[in-house]
C-alpha cells in the first residue's frame, strides 16, 4: 500500500498531536505509511450522508451556502458533494478537517457528502501507545550520579494517550442477550428457519 496524496492534511494534523514533526532521517518517528495506516483502521466510509445547512439572511432572503457534518471533522481529500443525491456540487471553500463546507452560490438543501471518515484523536492516542511500549522495554541507568529514568516517559506517553482517548469520536455497537433467544437462534440470520418452524408438517390434515 502507498500513501494516499489525500492524506497529507490529516496526517501532518496527526503528527502534531504526537509532536512527530521532525523531517525523515532526522529525528522522524513515524513514517507517513505507518500513521495512515493506524488512521485507516479506525476509518468509517461515509456515503451519501446528509450535511447540515446553516442558512445566512440577507434583508428578506434566505442563503444556503454553508454545510456541517453531524459527524464532525477528519475527512480525508476527495470526498463528493451531491444535491438531491444526483446533482454534484463543488464548494468554494473546504474545511475537511473541521467538517465545514461553503458555497460561492445558493445551494439549496439537501446535500450529501461522500468520502472518507478519519479520527484523528484515535490515531495519535493510538501511536502514542505504540511509541510507550518501546521505551516500556528499555531501562533506567545511574551514570555519573545522574540517575535517569525512562520509565517517567512510558507513563507520561500513555497520560498523553488517555488524554486523546477522551476526545476520540464515539461509536456505538449492538449487543444481543442470547439467554432471552433460543439457543438455535445465536449467529444465524434472523429470516432464516429455526427449530419451531421444521416441527409442522405444512398440512393442515387433522
Do not use: C, W
Request: aromatic content about 8%.
Amino acid at each position: 500500500m502507498t500513501v494516499r496524496s489525500t492524506m497529507s492534511d490529516l496526517i501532518s494534523s496527526v503528527r502534531v498531536l504526537i509532536n512527530d514533526v521532525l523531517p525523515v532521517g532526522n529525528g522522524q518517528i513515524f513514517t507517513d505509511q505507518i500513521i495512515q495506516d493506524v488512521m485507516d483502521e479506525g476509518r468509517e466510509d461515509i456515503t451519501n450522508k446528509a450535511l447540515t445547512p446553516r442558512p445566512t439572511f440577507s434583508g428578506s432572503t434566505i442563503q444556503y451556502l454553508d454545510y456541517y457534518s453531524d459527524f464532525g471533522g477528519g475527512f480525508e481529500n476527495g470526498m463528493v458533494l451531491k444535491q438531491y443525491l444526483t446533482v454534484l456540487v463543488t464548494p468554494s471553500l473546504s474545511e475537511p478537517i473541521a467538517g465545514h463546507f461553503q458555497f460561492a452560490a445558493n445551494v439549496f438543501p439537501p446535500v450529501f457528502i461522500t468520502g472518507l471518515l478519519h479520527d484523528r484523536y484515535r490515531a495519535a492516542a493510538d501511536l502514542l501507545e505504540r511509541l510507550a511500549a518501546q521505551y516500556a522495554i528499555r531501562y533506567s541507568m545511574t551514570v555519573d550520579g545522574q540517575n535517569l529514568q525512562i520509565g517517567q516517559v512510558t507513563n507520561n506517553l500513555q497520560t498523553l494517550a488517555k488524554t486523546y482517548r477522551r476526545k476520540q469520536r464515539p461509536r456505538a455497537i449492538s449487543v444481543e442477550r442470547s439467554d432471552l433467544r433460543g439457543a438455535d437462534a445465536t449467529n444465524i440470520d434472523p429470516l432464516a428457519p429455526t427449530n419451531i418452524d421444521y416441527m409442522s408438517s405444512g398440512s393442515k390434515q387433522g
